[in-house]
């Protein structure tokens, strides 16, 4: 059928996959040329997709290749961050900041934090960087201090409320999240 759709069009049939991903991304209107970035969007994630389907990956391959790829995409590093020297560059706020994860900054006093630490969530699904309130009315900051070595993870925490007076819901979730960030990277994650 293949051979036949190409003598009688002279062009290859398109995958299953690079339908599908068209399909979505007309559907999502990300080709619209008076969408966001005029269509551009649409037209630069179907040239990544073409890529991607040419290498031929089976399910397991491809999980592979797409959380490594997007944890590049993210600027976050594929293995943990060490604190050597040679990680650091100078910022333009006095403290330095680490070259593998440009999150990730040192005071002059040693102290190291990462700025994407917690992403709080309002039940709209609205998220932000910031703070908020706990529930034990003291103030949470989306930065958060961190010990070495360090893996790069942002947990996302449910909050109630508008703007300022945004309060956690689950004080279980932002403890499993403070934990993760006071624990070196060998030892529990």
């Known amino acids: 059928m293949k051979k036949l759709f190409r003598k009688l069009t002279g062009k290859k049939e398109e995958s299953y996959f690079l339908q599908k991903s068209r399909e979505e991304l007309i559907k999502a209107k990300w080709f619209d040329k008076d969408g966001a970035y005029s269509g551009k969007v649409g037209e630069a994630v179907m040239e990544l997709i073409k890529v991607f389907d040419k290498q031929n990956h089976s399910g397991m391959s491809a ?12 600027h976050k590093p594929l293995t943990a961050l060490t604190g050597a020297e040679d990680e650091w ?3 333009y706020f006095g403290s330095l900041q680490n070259k ?17 630490a917690l992403v709080f969530v309002e039940p709209s699904g609205v998220s932000f960087t ?8 003291k103030p949470v900051s989306s930065s958060q201090e961190i010990v ?41 994650k």
């Open 89 to 91: 560059n100078k910022s």
């Open 63 to 74: 999980k592979f290749v797409a959380n490594v790829f997007m944890r590049l995409v993210d």
């Open 130 to 137: 910031g703070a908020c309130m706990g529930l034990d009315g």
């Open 148 to 188: 070495m070595p360090f893996v790069p993870k942002t947990f996302f925490i449910d909050v109630m409320g508008r703007g300022e007076n945004n309060v956690v819901v689950d004080q279980k979730q932002l403890d499993e999240a403070l934990k993760y960030f006071a624990t070196p990277a060998e030892e529990e």
């Open 100 to 116: 593998r994860c440009t999150s990730v900054f040192k005071s002059e006093s040693g102290r190291i934090t990462y700025n994407e």
